[in-house]
């Protein structure tokens, strides 16, 4: 079987369009807090972005095909030896480039996206460091010494981010691996077994906080007219460095998030004063993707809105904070007495709890993304099969997003929500609401009932704790999945005869070859672009928790976003 090299790559050292910004490197082992650490985190992990037709091919590569489909997403793509910042990748698909890349496509100078050490890197925001040169800029610490913003790294082979650890002690992590970068509040400890816990010289503070004025916790604008006065200096976000209204201009400093709610369309007027030797530029966001950016000047600007929620950012001008101070924001709004209209343009992302995903055979279906709640894909073996996305569950009350729904244990003592057509004599007490959340999941929020028992792992083993009717077990290559899939409104009769199929779960392999980038190897090389997706599916998984198997029983489970196969 052949093995390969997980390569490093700075590519983006060089104007990524004409008249566009180059990307400027962090300097080695530079002060950073454990707030701005986190706040990055969060930025590329739960970044929208919208994949068009064009970022399903690269111009670099004639065999290279996307396995992202036209539609909106969470989270950056991953990319194999991927590093650059938010506004790098949004100018890169905006420009057509391809959507991630794996290791069977090589280093291409044509994809966009994080790979595990690049994630990392852009976190500590430092330069391109490697799992196998992360030691050149921090040290070793325990376990018991790992703080928010701290990684756990096995050189050669992968590095995650450590956040925070919930009530029971299970650990909150995020990660560049399988289709994207995403959080990762079920893994546990035992998902790290191995990895050395590792500190970054240049971090300074003794905990993470959930600092005000960044994307995932903008400064709220509560009427207008607005006033505020701040000091980008003081400012833990430093995420936008760019606007797409007008790429040229380089806002690569620290900045403040604010969020304001319109309720009838009119004219909203912001501007901004600082003083000498300080430059404060103010924007107009209706995401937090930078192309989403709309409006910005180095002192004021006036800009038609309709009824909906916007971002005002106070940025700071440059390449970096020697720019950077105190600055006096101002807000208003006059209403022109027209109706509302569409409101912004907004991302209407799949692969929520509830949603349909994809399963080998029908991988055209979205794969289920950890970053808005959805950690397991579902798949009955009824007539027709139906599949769905899915989380751990305790009771039916963690499982709002299933109206009716209840909580299934479903194979090897783990429990799943499930949909009320699918709960049979359960009482379908779950859902309070018409459907998954319209916001993407909150880290914060994570319950410990979400994190479900992490402490067996081994690799490739078949879980020997099932029932008897484990023993008609097939392997994942031997599965011919049936032709036909549909949403999750599946009948009861659909799972009278349905068949379990938990992931297969294995350790990182090892290569004879030694890797000097994220280290994610795999042994099979994926014959087509869609072994890939099925791999990424149903394959190989990086350290899950217990051993996965497939077996007779009700219910079919096919890992979504936690299958990683490729790192």
């Given at each position: 079987?052949?093995?390969?090299?997980c390569?490093?790559?700075?590519?983006w050292?060089?104007?990524?369009l004409?008249?566009?910004?180059?990307?400027?490197?962090?300097?080695?082992?530079?002060?950073?807090?454990?707030?701005?650490?986190m706040v990055r985190?969060k930025?590329f992990a739960f970044?929208?972005?919208?994949?068009?037709q064009?970022?399903l091919?690269?111009?670099?590569s004639?065999?290279?095909?996307?396995?992202?489909t036209p539609?909106d997403y969470?989270?950056?793509?991953?990319?194999?030896?991927?590093y650059?910042?938010?506004?790098?990748?949004?100018?890169g698909?905006?420009a057509?480039?391809?959507?991630?890349s794996?290791?069977?496509?090589?280093i291409?100078?044509?994809t966009?996206?994080?790979?595990?050490?690049g994630?990392?890197?852009?976190c500590?925001?430092?330069?391109?460091?490697?799992?196998s040169?992360?030691?050149?800029?921090s040290?070793?610490?325990s376990?018991a010494?790992i703080l928010?913003g701290?990684?756990?790294?096995?050189?050669?082979?992968?590095v995650?981010?450590y956040?925070?650890?919930?009530a029971?002690?299970?650990p909150?992590?995020y990660?560049?691996?399988?289709?994207?970068?995403?959080?990762?509040?079920?893994g546990?400890w035992?998902y790290?077994?191995?990895y050395q816990?590792?500190?970054?010289?240049?971090?300074t503070?003794p905990?993470?906080?959930?600092p005000?004025?960044?994307p995932?916790?903008?400064?709220p604008?509560?009427?207008?007219?607005?006033?505020?006065?701040?000091?980008?200096?003081?400012?833990s976000?430093?995420?936008?460095?760019?606007?797409?209204?007008?790429p040229?201009k380089?806002?690569?400093?620290?900045e403040?998030?604010?969020?304001v709610?319109?309720?009838?369309p009119?004219?909203?007027?912001?501007?901004?004063?600082?003083?000498?030797?300080v430059?404060?530029d103010?924007?107009l966001?209706?995401?937090?993707?930078?192309?989403?950016?709309?409006?910005r000047?180095?002192?004021?600007?006036t800009?038609p809105v309709?009824?909906?929620?916007y971002?005002i950012?106070?940025?700071?001008?440059?390449?970096?904070?020697a720019?950077?101070?105190?600055?006096?924001?101002?807000?208003s709004?006059s209403?022109?007495?027209a109706?509302?209209?569409?409101?912004?343009?907004?991302?209407?992302?799949?692969g929520r709890?509830?949603d349909?995903?994809?399963?080998?055979?029908?991988?055209?279906?979205p794969?289920?993304?950890?970053n808005?709640?959805?950690?397991?894909c579902?798949?009955?073996?009824?007539?027709?099969?139906?599949s769905?996305?899915?989380?751990?569950?305790?009771?039916?009350?963690d499982c709002?997003?299933?109206?009716?729904?209840?909580?299934?244990?479903?194979?090897?003592?783990?429990?799943?929500?499930v949909t009320?057509?699918?709960?049979?004599?359960?009482?379908?007490?779950?859902?309070?609401t018409?459907?998954?959340?319209s916001?993407?999941?909150?880290?914060?929020?994570?319950s410990?009932?979400?994190v479900?028992?992490s402490s067996?792992?081994?690799?490739?083993?078949?879980?020997?704790?099932v029932?008897?009717?484990?023993?008609?077990v097939v392997?994942q290559?031997?599965v011919?999945?049936?032709?036909?899939?549909?949403?999750?409104?599946?009948?009861?009769?659909?799972?009278?005869?349905?068949?379990?199929i938990?992931t297969?779960?294995t350790?990182p392999?090892?290569?004879?070859?030694d890797s000097q980038?994220?280290a994610c190897?795999m042994?099979?090389?994926?014959?087509?672009r869609?072994?890939?997706?099925?791999i990424?599916l149903?394959?190989?998984?990086l350290?899950r928790r217990?051993?996965?198997?497939?077996t007779?029983?009700?219910?079919r489970?096919v890992g979504?976003?936690?299958n990683?196969?490729?790192?």
């Amino acid at each position: 079987m052949k093995s390969f090299r997980c390569l490093m790559r700075n590519r983006w050292s060089f104007g990524l369009l004409a008249g566009s910004i180059a990307l400027i490197s962090a300097s080695p082992s530079a002060a950073i807090t454990r707030d701005e650490v986190m706040v990055r985190a969060k930025a590329f992990a739960f970044h929208p972005w919208r994949a068009t037709q064009n970022n399903l091919t690269a111009s670099c590569s004639s065999t290279y095909q996307s396995v992202y489909t036209p539609g909106d997403y969470v989270g950056l793509p991953y990319d194999w030896g991927g590093y650059m910042s938010l506004f790098t990748f949004d100018q890169g698909i905006q420009a057509g480039l391809g959507a991630g890349s794996y290791p069977a496509d090589g280093i291409l100078s044509c994809t966009v996206g994080l790979d595990c050490s690049g994630y990392v890197s852009q976190c500590w925001n430092t330069t391109h460091l490697t799992t196998s040169t992360l030691h050149t800029q921090s040290s070793a610490i325990s376990q018991a010494e790992i703080l928010s913003g701290d990684a756990l790294n096995q050189a050669g082979y992968h590095v995650i981010l450590y956040s925070h650890s919930l009530a029971n002690g299970d650990p909150i992590l995020y990660e560049a691996i399988g289709y994207n970068v995403h959080i990762n509040p079920w893994g546990g400890w035992a998902y790290a077994s191995g990895y050395q816990p590792r500190r970054f010289e240049g971090i300074t503070g003794p905990s993470a906080q959930d600092p005000i004025g960044t994307p995932h916790h903008p400064i709220p604008i509560p009427s207008l007219p607005f006033t505020d006065s701040r000091d980008t200096r003081q400012s833990s976000s430093n995420v936008f460095d760019g606007c797409g209204a007008d790429p040229n201009k380089p806002e690569s400093g620290p900045e403040f998030v604010y969020e304001v709610t319109i309720t009838q369309p009119g004219l909203l007027t912001v501007s901004v004063s600082d003083d000498v030797g300080v430059d404060i530029d103010v924007h107009l966001y209706t995401s937090t993707n930078t192309n989403d950016c709309t409006h910005r000047d180095d002192s004021t600007f006036t800009a038609p809105v309709d009824c909906g929620t916007y971002l005002i950012v106070a940025d700071t001008y440059g390449t970096g904070d020697a720019n950077a101070g105190p600055y006096t924001l101002n807000v208003s709004f006059s209403a022109t007495g027209a109706s509302c209209g569409n409101g912004p343009p907004s991302y209407h992302p799949s692969g929520r709890p509830g949603d349909a995903c994809g399963y080998p055979g029908q991988e055209h279906l979205p794969f289920c993304n950890a970053n808005l709640g959805a950690e397991v894909c579902l798949v009955t073996n009824g007539t027709p099969k139906t599949s769905f996305c899915s989380h751990p569950c305790a009771t039916a009350t963690d499982c709002p997003e299933f109206p009716g729904g209840c909580c299934k244990t479903i194979s090897s003592g783990e429990s799943y929500c499930v949909t009320a057509p699918l709960c049979g004599g359960t009482p379908g007490d779950a859902g309070a609401t018409d459907g998954p959340p319209s916001d993407t999941h909150d880290p914060d929020a994570v319950s410990d009932v979400l994190v479900s028992d992490s402490s067996n792992e081994t690799d490739a083993i078949l879980d020997s704790s099932v029932e008897e009717s484990a023993s008609d077990v097939v392997t994942q290559d031997s599965v011919t999945p049936a032709p036909d899939a549909s949403s999750a409104d599946a009948s009861s009769d659909a799972s009278s005869d349905a068949q379990i199929i938990d992931t297969v779960s294995t350790r990182p392999v090892e290569s004879d070859e030694d890797s000097q980038g994220c280290a994610c190897r795999m042994r099979s090389h994926p014959p087509s672009r869609a072994g890939i997706v099925l791999i990424l599916l149903a394959g190989l998984m990086l350290m899950r928790r217990g051993n996965r198997l497939w077996t007779q029983n009700q219910w079919r489970a096919v890992g979504g976003s936690h299958n990683r196969s490729l790192r």
